[in-house]
């Protein structure tokens, strides 16, 4: 269940590096991660990165995420949203909700003293169906409605993963978490064949992102349950 660092991931129909503002570009403090990228800023936010992950999360490899598929969906118009939190271990994980000309997005990040650890950046489409659909398969999962969620599996996950197997992943990827989650943002892609519907969900004190595929039934073909 648990993902990577110090990547920069991309999903769906693309991203937009057009300026939102001109301006001062010096802090790159939640809020201005996206817009420093979209104005051609990748080295100011490179350059708040941890010392010891700059080899991995690089100002190029910032930007080529940025620019990858930008077409897609237009420039970057605001961001719409922030959240932050502090995890147990003391870090801070960040969200920015993105709205496009043609789509939306987010960033998330995880800050610590020493700087900026990782960053995860999603880009889509707003689709309220699809949004319903995950939306009510992300509150099962982290609510405990374990049954509702797999049955609504497809045969290849019904055979791979088990209610049982689903409990003990859920557990883990959820411990130390308190409070009421609620979903602050949701991304939808539309590769061949089926839809994915990546859903934020927060708690007081942290943030997990659900990311399940559907199939053109409408059942679930993938499911995760990741930090970021």
């Known amino acids: 269940m648990a993902?990577?660092?110090?990547?920069?991931?991309?999903?769906?129909?693309?991203i937009a590096d057009a300026a939102v503002r001109a301006g001062s570009h010096e802090s790159a403090s939640i809020g201005r991660l996206a817009p420093l990228l979209s104005e051609?800023?990748?080295?100011?936010?490179?350059?708040?990165?941890?010392?010891?992950?700059r080899p991995a999360l690089t100002s190029l490899r910032l930007a080529d995420g940025w620019a990858t598929g930008r077409q897609a969906i237009g420039r970057l118009v605001r961001v719409a949203k922030t959240y932050r939190v502090t995890n147990a271990d003391g870090s801070i994980t960040e969200l920015e909700v993105l709205r496009f000309q043609s789509g939306v997005g987010t960033l998330s990040a995880i800050r610590t003293a020493q700087g900026i650890t990782a960053i995860w950046l999603l880009f889509g489409s707003a689709d309220p169906t699809a949004e319903?659909?995950?939306?009510?398969?992300?509150?099962?999962?982290?609510?405990?409605?374990?049954?509702?969620?797999s049955a609504k599996f497809d045969r290849v996950m019904s055979a791979a993963l088990s209610?049982?197997?689903?409990?003990?992943?859920?557990?883990?990827?959820?411990?130390?978490?308190?409070?009421?989650?609620?979903?602050?943002?949701?991304?939808?892609?539309g590769p061949s064949g089926a839809t994915i519907v990546e859903t934020?969900?927060?708690?007081?004190n942290g943030l997990r992102r659900v990311q399940v595929s559907f199939d053109s039934a409408g059942k679930i073909a993938g499911l995760?349950?990741?930090?970021?």
């Open 40 to 53: 051609g800023h990748a080295g100011t936010v490179a350059a708040a990165v941890a010392p010891a992950q």
């Open 224 to 228: 995760y349950l990741k930090p970021l």
């Open 163 to 189: 209610t049982a197997a689903l409990e003990a992943d859920v557990h883990a990827g959820l411990a130390g978490l308190t409070g009421a989650p609620t979903i602050t943002a949701q991304v939808v892609a």
């Open 200 to 204: 934020y969900v927060l708690w007081p």
């Open 3 to 14: 993902i990577g660092c110090l990547v920069v991931a991309t999903c769906a129909a693309g």
């Open 132 to 149: 319903s659909a995950g939306g009510t398969i992300a509150s099962d999962l982290v609510t405990g409605d374990l049954a509702a969620v």
